[in-house]
């Protein structure tokens, strides 16, 4: 006779006991679902002395809504409308992963796996249905290799924690992601992680050389090897969240001068924003690719007259000295008029600082931090630019900026060059397949301060009207979107659980182009029931 297992005959134990439980009496209450799933937890293994439930929180207790809101970004998905997880489990070790998953799947919850909370459209920490949040803020363990230049980062880590780390070890060495220290690793890593060291050396899926996953079942492939390389190949820039839990990413560094030079001058309609832009598109995605000029595009109120213009902001970040930067750019982009004044000479960790809008004199230690207070509601959605706009173009974008900004409150832009070494690797590279033939990628926000459905419904109409007046800009059959830039407005699969190939393409084909089918079929071998589930996930090929 075949023994089972202890962690399968308690599950199934359990199992019986929620088949056979009573129907409740007034006497004898019911238990709740998040009671439930404590209960499951603990008859999942566990480490010793440490059970499974002491890692989670429900509903009825004290720290839940700030457990829950610790890392809800984004305020739209904090009012009473949306639905609250029946728990949040912050594991600490991989056996409360593993059981989270096994009771998620024995009582049919949906997990969302929450690494920084910055998914766009919430979709970490909301769901239609009945849910569980897997937070992994206590998987933030970093470890430098400077020796072969190397860092195994874990999934909960922040960005800033990992420069932070970088910079302790060495003046020297970088790694190549985002500018908003808060993001988490899990989440930013896999959908690709662009930042301003892309034209120099691409995204950050370029030099992840290895992770670890824990798939549906709670088994774990601690390297490429073990998981496949079309895994490996999927959670580069397919979103790991499709695919299982992401544990952990080992990183190659890459090398950065000692001192970098970065500035930012700004530019108003007056001062000839219009012809400055309209030659940035010329010069941005070719000019040395050791610059990253970014531009911020913002409707304000004349100071001085009434009315209102645009103000463009040219953001910059150079690896070298200011004398050849401005080599390049009196060359290049002359009419840009950069100064030695204009440019601030910093060691590398301290243009992160800059970049991330800290106060100018703030020590890297601000880095560390890893949670903010949640001050705003917004919508945030992106672009790919193919073509450059024509001046006409240009100002009639501004002047349709204006129209759809009831200042305070405004549309605006940034506009992040490509180029250099994005448009050296292959589109099938890596499942991010937004490379060659971009000039630049577009964020749009939207950004309001007071609660309100009427509200949201003004500010989200705003936002999409203006979305839709660029479609004549943009990329064309499909119109290209950033994967880590979700937008539920693009398309989503509902209820989500059952997501065909053909229903999913509505977004699949804007995130990922050639690669979505291959992503689908690597999904079907590697997590067959489709556990791993969002509105906006990889389906099943079924």
Not at 9 to 23: A, D, E, K, M, N
Not at 330 to 342: A, C, G, Q, V, Y
Not at 347 to 368: G, T
Request: with cysteine.
């Amino acid at each position: 006779m075949k023994i089972l297992s202890r962690p399968t005959f308690l599950s199934i134990l359990y199992l019986i006991y929620l088949i056979t439980i009573p129907r409740v009496s007034s006497s004898s209450p019911s238990l709740t679902v998040p009671q439930h799933f404590l209960q499951c937890l603990d008859t999942q293994p566990s480490d010793h002395g440490s059970p499974n439930s002491a890692t989670a929180v429900i509903p009825t207790n004290s720290s839940f809504s700030a457990d829950l809101m610790s890392a809800v970004r984004n305020l739209r998905f904090a009012s009473a409308s949306h639905r609250k997880p029946e728990a949040i489990v912050a594991a600490v070790t991989e056996t409360h992963i593993r059981a989270t998953i096994s009771c998620c799947k024995l009582l049919n919850l949906e997990l969302r796996v929450r690494s920084g909370g910055h998914d766009y459209e919430g979709f970490s920490y909301t769901s239609p249905v009945p849910f569980v949040i897997l937070d992994m803020y206590n998987f933030h363990k970093i470890d430098i290799n400077i020796a072969d230049e190397t860092a195994w980062v874990q999934a909960g880590a922040s960005l800033g924690e990992v420069y932070y780390n970088i910079a302790s070890k060495s003046k020297v060495h970088a790694f190549p992601a985002g500018v908003c220290p808060k993001v988490g690793a899990g989440g930013h890593f896999s959908g690709g992680g662009f930042g301003n060291l892309m034209r120099k050396y691409g995204l950050s899926i370029d030099h992840i050389i290895d992770a670890q996953i824990m798939d549906a079942n709670g088994k774990v492939y601690r390297d490429r090897r073990s998981m496949g390389e079309d895994v490996f190949w999927a959670i580069r820039g397919g979103g790991g969240g499709s695919y299982g839990v992401i544990l952990a990413w080992k990183l190659k560094l890459v090398r950065v001068p000692e001192k970098v030079t970065v500035f930012k001058l700004e530019r108003t309609v007056r001062e000839g924003a219009v012809d400055l832009v309209h030659k940035w598109q010329q010069v941005a995605p070719v000019i040395d690719r050791d610059l990253f000029i970014r531009l911020e595009i913002k409707p304000i109120n004349r100071k001085i007259s009434k009315g209102k213009t645009i103000k463009v902001s040219f953001i910059g970040m150079f690896l070298g000295t200011p004398e050849r930067l401005l080599n390049i750019t009196n060359k290049s982009f002359p009419e840009l008029h950069l100064k030695t004044s204009d440019c601030m000479v910093k060691k590398w960790i301290d243009s992160v600082v800059f970049w991330a809008n800290y106060p100018e004199r703030a020590p890297k230690e601000i880095l560390l931090k890893r949670i903010s207070a949640n001050e705003y509601y917004w919508k945030r959605t992106s672009d790919f630019v193919q073509t450059p706009i024509s001046k006409q173009g240009l100002a009639k974008i501004f002047q349709t900026m204006i129209d759809h900004s009831p200042l305070p409150r405004r549309v605006w832009m940034q506009w992040n060059p490509w180029g250099g070494r994005m448009g050296e690797i292959p589109s099938d590279a890596t499942a991010f397949v937004h490379r060659g033939g971009n000039l630049f990628m577009i964020e749009h926000f939207m950004n309001w301060y007071r609660p309100g459905d009427e509200l949201e419904e003004k500010f989200l109409a705003i936002a999409r009207s203006f979305k839709e007046a660029m479609a004549p800009y943009v990329s064309k059959n499909p119109r290209e979107a950033f994967f880590n830039y979700r937008d539920v407005d693009i398309g989503i699969t509902t209820p989500g659980y059952n997501a065909t190939y053909e229903g999913a393409k509505v977004y699949g084909e804007k995130y990922f182009k050639g690669n979505y089918l291959r992503l689908v079929k690597i999904k079907a071998r590697f997590d067959r029931t489709n556990f791993f589930r969002s509105q906006q996930g990889i389906p099943v090929l079924a």
